[in-house]
Protein backbone atom coordinates (compact mmCIF):
# COMPACT_ATOMS: atom_id res chain seq x y z
CA UNK A 1 0.00 0.00 0.00
CA UNK A 2 0.99 3.99 -0.74
CA UNK A 3 2.02 5.77 2.11
CA UNK A 4 1.21 9.48 2.55
CA UNK A 5 3.48 11.79 5.18
CA UNK A 6 2.84 15.21 5.49
CA UNK A 7 4.48 17.82 7.59
CA UNK A 8 4.31 19.50 9.68
CA UNK A 9 1.54 17.76 11.46
CA UNK A 10 0.27 20.99 13.46
CA UNK A 11 1.50 24.62 12.30
CA UNK A 12 0.61 28.32 13.68
CA UNK A 13 0.66 30.99 11.34
CA UNK A 14 -0.79 34.60 11.41
CA UNK A 15 -3.52 36.22 9.04
CA UNK A 16 -1.67 37.08 5.61
CA UNK A 17 1.39 35.32 6.16
CA UNK A 18 2.10 32.39 3.31
CA UNK A 19 1.73 28.70 4.49
CA UNK A 20 3.04 25.90 2.83
CA UNK A 21 2.62 22.30 3.59
CA UNK A 22 4.40 19.22 2.30
CA UNK A 23 3.23 15.88 1.08
CA UNK A 24 5.33 12.78 0.27
CA UNK A 25 3.92 9.57 -1.14
CA UNK A 26 5.92 5.97 -0.37
CA UNK A 27 6.36 5.68 -4.28
CA UNK A 28 5.39 7.57 -7.99
CA UNK A 29 1.89 8.53 -7.83
CA UNK A 30 2.38 10.37 -10.76
CA UNK A 31 0.09 13.24 -10.40
CA UNK A 32 -3.21 11.20 -8.94
CA UNK A 33 -3.06 13.59 -5.74
CA UNK A 34 -5.71 15.54 -4.44
CA UNK A 35 -5.71 18.21 -1.15
CA UNK A 36 -8.97 18.93 1.27
CA UNK A 37 -9.58 20.94 3.89
CA UNK A 38 -11.68 19.41 6.60
CA UNK A 39 -12.86 21.99 9.38
CA UNK A 40 -14.20 20.49 13.08
CA UNK A 41 -17.55 18.61 12.36
CA UNK A 42 -17.47 18.63 8.86
CA UNK A 43 -16.85 16.48 6.00
CA UNK A 44 -13.40 16.89 3.74
CA UNK A 45 -13.29 19.74 1.23
CA UNK A 46 -11.97 19.16 -2.28
CA UNK A 47 -9.63 22.26 -3.04
CA UNK A 48 -7.16 20.85 -5.33
CA UNK A 49 -7.09 18.32 -7.69
CA UNK A 50 -4.65 16.77 -9.55
CA UNK A 51 -1.65 17.52 -7.88
CA UNK A 52 -2.19 21.42 -8.80
CA UNK A 53 -5.86 21.83 -10.62
CA UNK A 54 -7.73 24.76 -8.38
CA UNK A 55 -11.30 22.46 -7.84
CA UNK A 56 -14.34 25.08 -8.97
CA UNK A 57 -14.99 27.42 -6.65
CA UNK A 58 -11.95 27.81 -4.59
CA UNK A 59 -10.23 30.82 -3.59
CA UNK A 60 -7.27 31.59 -5.79
CA UNK A 61 -5.02 31.78 -2.53
CA UNK A 62 -4.81 28.31 -2.51
CA UNK A 63 -2.47 26.61 -5.00
CA UNK A 64 -0.55 23.26 -5.00
CA UNK A 65 2.24 21.92 -7.48
CA UNK A 66 4.47 18.48 -7.71
CA UNK A 67 4.35 15.26 -9.32
CA UNK A 68 5.71 11.61 -8.88
CA UNK A 69 6.22 11.84 -4.78
CA UNK A 70 7.13 15.04 -3.80
CA UNK A 71 3.96 17.62 -3.36
CA UNK A 72 3.59 20.87 -2.13
CA UNK A 73 0.32 22.79 -0.90
CA UNK A 74 0.22 26.99 -0.29
CA UNK A 75 -2.17 29.54 1.18
CA UNK A 76 -1.01 32.60 -0.54
CA UNK A 77 -2.11 34.87 2.35
CA UNK A 78 -3.64 33.32 5.20
CA UNK A 79 -7.50 34.08 6.34
CA UNK A 80 -9.18 33.80 9.43
CA UNK A 81 -11.45 31.31 7.63
CA UNK A 82 -8.52 28.83 6.68
CA UNK A 83 -8.25 27.37 9.81
CA UNK A 84 -8.95 23.66 9.69
CA UNK A 85 -7.35 20.90 9.37
CA UNK A 86 -5.67 19.95 5.62
CA UNK A 87 -5.13 16.65 3.97
CA UNK A 88 -3.37 15.45 0.66
CA UNK A 89 -4.46 11.98 -0.82
CA UNK A 90 -3.43 9.86 -3.48
CA UNK A 91 -5.80 8.00 -6.18
CA UNK A 92 -2.97 6.35 -8.33
CA UNK A 93 -3.42 3.18 -6.44
CA UNK A 94 -5.81 0.83 -4.16
CA UNK A 95 -6.44 1.36 -1.69
CA UNK A 96 -6.58 5.06 -1.97
CA UNK A 97 -5.16 6.97 0.89
CA UNK A 98 -4.80 9.99 3.12
CA UNK A 99 -1.88 11.88 4.54
CA UNK A 100 -2.28 12.13 8.63
CA UNK A 101 -3.24 15.68 8.33
CA UNK A 102 -2.13 19.28 8.79
CA UNK A 103 -3.72 20.77 11.26
CA UNK A 104 -3.29 24.73 10.76
CA UNK A 105 -3.66 27.35 13.73
CA UNK A 106 -3.75 30.88 14.40
CA UNK B 1 -29.13 20.57 -6.33
CA UNK B 2 -26.70 17.81 -6.73
CA UNK B 3 -26.31 16.28 -3.48
CA UNK B 4 -25.45 12.82 -1.44
CA UNK B 5 -27.47 12.58 2.00
CA UNK B 6 -26.99 9.85 4.19
CA UNK B 7 -29.13 7.88 6.58
CA UNK B 8 -28.53 9.22 9.82
CA UNK B 9 -26.53 8.44 13.40
CA UNK B 10 -26.75 4.87 14.86
CA UNK B 11 -25.67 3.22 18.14
CA UNK B 12 -24.75 -0.31 17.61
CA UNK B 13 -23.66 -3.01 20.41
CA UNK B 14 -20.34 -5.07 19.21
CA UNK B 15 -20.85 -8.11 16.89
CA UNK B 16 -23.97 -6.06 15.74
CA UNK B 17 -24.12 -5.23 11.62
CA UNK B 18 -24.87 -1.52 10.91
CA UNK B 19 -26.50 -0.68 7.28
CA UNK B 20 -25.87 3.43 5.98
CA UNK B 21 -27.68 4.59 2.88
CA UNK B 22 -26.61 7.38 0.52
CA UNK B 23 -29.09 8.83 -1.77
CA UNK B 24 -27.92 10.57 -4.98
CA UNK B 25 -29.72 13.64 -6.59
CA UNK B 26 -29.33 16.01 -9.02
CA UNK B 27 -27.33 13.95 -11.20
CA UNK B 28 -27.47 10.59 -13.19
CA UNK B 29 -26.28 7.96 -10.47
CA UNK B 30 -25.52 5.53 -12.90
CA UNK B 31 -22.94 7.82 -14.22
CA UNK B 32 -19.85 7.85 -11.53
CA UNK B 33 -18.99 5.16 -8.97
CA UNK B 34 -19.67 5.94 -5.27
CA UNK B 35 -17.43 5.37 -2.63
CA UNK B 36 -17.52 4.56 1.24
CA UNK B 37 -14.95 6.09 3.34
CA UNK B 38 -14.82 6.01 7.21
CA UNK B 39 -13.44 8.77 9.80
CA UNK B 40 -12.70 7.70 13.23
CA UNK B 41 -12.26 10.41 16.44
CA UNK B 42 -8.93 12.53 15.47
CA UNK B 43 -7.89 9.79 12.46
CA UNK B 44 -7.37 10.13 8.94
CA UNK B 45 -9.85 9.63 6.68
CA UNK B 46 -9.79 6.07 5.75
CA UNK B 47 -10.97 4.24 2.22
CA UNK B 48 -13.51 0.86 2.51
CA UNK B 49 -14.60 0.45 -0.86
CA UNK B 50 -16.58 1.76 -4.09
CA UNK B 51 -19.53 0.51 -6.30
CA UNK B 52 -20.43 0.64 -9.83
CA UNK B 53 -23.91 1.92 -9.66
CA UNK B 54 -24.33 1.19 -13.34
CA UNK B 55 -23.42 -2.77 -12.91
CA UNK B 56 -23.26 -3.73 -9.56
CA UNK B 57 -19.39 -4.27 -9.33
CA UNK B 58 -17.66 -3.80 -6.37
CA UNK B 59 -14.20 -3.41 -5.19
CA UNK B 60 -12.90 -3.08 -1.26
CA UNK B 61 -10.19 -2.43 0.57
CA UNK B 62 -8.60 -5.91 1.54
CA UNK B 63 -8.17 -4.56 5.45
CA UNK B 64 -12.13 -4.53 5.20
CA UNK B 65 -13.01 -7.58 2.69
CA UNK B 66 -15.13 -10.00 4.60
CA UNK B 67 -16.68 -7.30 6.62
CA UNK B 68 -17.51 -4.50 4.10
CA UNK B 69 -20.92 -5.24 1.79
CA UNK B 70 -21.47 -2.09 -0.46
CA UNK B 71 -24.70 -2.53 -2.72
CA UNK B 72 -27.16 -0.07 -4.41
CA UNK B 73 -30.49 0.45 -5.68
CA UNK B 74 -30.54 1.87 -8.92
CA UNK B 75 -34.52 2.93 -8.99
CA UNK B 76 -33.93 4.48 -5.26
CA UNK B 77 -30.42 6.04 -6.86
CA UNK B 78 -29.30 5.16 -3.26
CA UNK B 79 -26.27 3.36 -2.16
CA UNK B 80 -25.32 1.40 0.82
CA UNK B 81 -22.93 0.16 2.82
CA UNK B 82 -23.02 -2.88 5.41
CA UNK B 83 -20.23 -2.86 8.22
CA UNK B 84 -20.33 -6.33 10.25
CA UNK B 85 -19.03 -8.01 13.03
CA UNK B 86 -18.81 -4.51 14.96
CA UNK B 87 -16.25 -3.31 17.61
CA UNK B 88 -15.22 -0.78 19.31
CA UNK B 89 -12.57 0.33 16.55
CA UNK B 90 -15.38 0.86 14.31
CA UNK B 91 -17.02 3.64 15.86
CA UNK B 92 -16.16 6.75 12.67
CA UNK B 93 -18.15 8.75 10.49
CA UNK B 94 -18.79 6.82 7.77
CA UNK B 95 -19.11 8.89 4.75
CA UNK B 96 -19.93 8.28 1.20
CA UNK B 97 -18.40 10.29 -2.07
CA UNK B 98 -19.33 10.60 -5.81
CA UNK B 99 -16.63 8.90 -7.90
CA UNK B 100 -15.65 10.63 -11.28
CA UNK B 101 -13.12 13.78 -12.23
CA UNK B 102 -12.36 15.02 -10.15
CA UNK B 103 -12.19 12.35 -7.97
CA UNK B 104 -14.59 12.76 -4.20
CA UNK B 105 -15.75 16.43 -5.24
CA UNK B 106 -19.13 15.48 -3.47
CA UNK B 107 -19.51 14.08 -0.57
CA UNK B 108 -22.61 12.78 2.20
CA UNK B 109 -22.92 14.71 5.39
CA UNK B 110 -21.73 11.74 7.40
CA UNK B 111 -23.25 9.49 9.42
CA UNK B 112 -21.83 8.64 12.96
CA UNK B 113 -21.70 4.99 14.27
CA UNK B 114 -21.25 4.69 17.63
CA UNK B 115 -20.22 0.90 18.96
CA UNK B 116 -20.57 0.24 22.70
CA UNK B 117 -21.84 -2.37 24.49
Known amino acids: DIQMTQSPSALSASVGDRVTITCQAS??????LNWYQQKPGKGPNLLIYGASSLHTGVPSRFSASGSGAHFTFTIGSLRPEDIATYYC?????????FGQGTKLGI | QVQLVQSGAEVKKPGASVNISCKAS????????IHWLRQAPGQRPEWLGWINPATGNTKYSQKFQGRVTISRDTSATTAYVEVSSLRSEDTAVYYC??????????WGQGTLVTVSS
Open chain 2, 97 to 106: ARGGIPLWAL
Open chain 1, 89 to 97: QQYDNLPYA
Open chain 2, 26 to 33: GYTFTKDA
Open chain 1, 27 to 32: QDIKMN
